[in-house]
């Protein structure tokens, strides 16, 4: 089994929450030829070893690129970790990025619902819980890492597409641009590798968004998400190094 030094590599790492663009920024960034990873791996990184395992994830579903410089991976779920301070991390490159809650909710609901069986998610109090959850969870690892990662608005990715993708090539140093179109991968629109939608199978952005008008959130824990999160918003906003917002 082949494996790789962890010094050999910088790290990119994309802390954000379910259904928040996150396959389209994964894809367009692992389609760069200096980055490396493309989709949620699912693991978490509390020691060096972890970095190695990560690039043995990657060697076991796809291949390293010969001019990659970064590894990538996503991390939308509490259980999964990112202890920067446990590693050597000094030079890894972090984006945070959260969606509006509403959107994010209906979404959310909307995915589960469509799938085989009974799912908890399928239920807006129970996806409404995660989202806020999450959003605990993403402002409580920002206290922790000030001025440490860099924050844009989940949305911007459709609506302000060039603009983010310019702003985001400059702060991770790339030497080419990102671009609205991306590769199809392996694994690209397979189940608990990202977005598994049509979509996703046509190598680029797609402006589109969903209005889920058959999908009702109780009004009060509406409103109670939406006041929670402006306020989660503000706080990732004031303490990243760099932000883009709508």
């Given at each position: 089994m082949l494996q790789i030094k962890s010094n050999h590599y910088q790290p990119i790492f994309l802390l954000s929450h379910m259904r928040a663009n996150t396959s389209l920024i994964s894809h367009i960034l692992g389609s760069h030829p200096q980055i490396s990873g493309y989709y949620e791996m699912h693991h978490s990184y509390v020691s060096e070893n972890d970095l190695i395992t990560q690039q043995q994830i990657l060697l076991d579903n796809d291949t390293l690129k010969t001019s990659s410089h970064y590894l990538f991976d996503k991390l939308l779920h509490n259980k999964y970790e990112l202890a920067v301070e446990n590693m050597n991390l000094t030079n890894a490159k972090i984006l945070v990025s959260m969606r509006s809650a509403e959107q994010s909710i209906k979404s959310i609901v909307n995915l589960f619902r469509n799938k085989k069986g009974k799912h908890a998610?399928?239920?807006?109090?129970?996806?409404?819980?995660?989202?806020?959850?999450?959003?605990?969870?993403?402002?409580?690892?920002?206290?922790?890492?000030?001025?440490?990662?860099y924050y844009y608005d989940a949305e911007l990715i459709r609506s302000e597409a060039k603009l983010l993708l310019s702003q985001l090539q400059k702060w991770l140093q790339l030497g080419s641009p990102l671009t609205e179109n991306y590769q199809l991968f392996p694994l690209t629109g397979k189940p608990r590798s990202g977005d598994s939608s049509e979509n996703m199978k046509k190598g680029r952005i797609v402006k589109q968004n969903s209005n889920y008008d058959d999908i009702k959130i109780p009004e009060d824990l509406l409103q109670q998400a939406i006041e929670q999160s402006q306020q989660y918003r503000q706080l990732l906003v004031s303490h990243s190094i760099e932000s883009i917002i709508l």
């Open positions: 998610y399928a239920e807006p109090e129970l996806a409404t819980c995660y989202y806020i959850e999450r959003m605990k969870k993403l402002v409580q690892f920002c206290e922790t890492n000030k001025t440490n990662y």
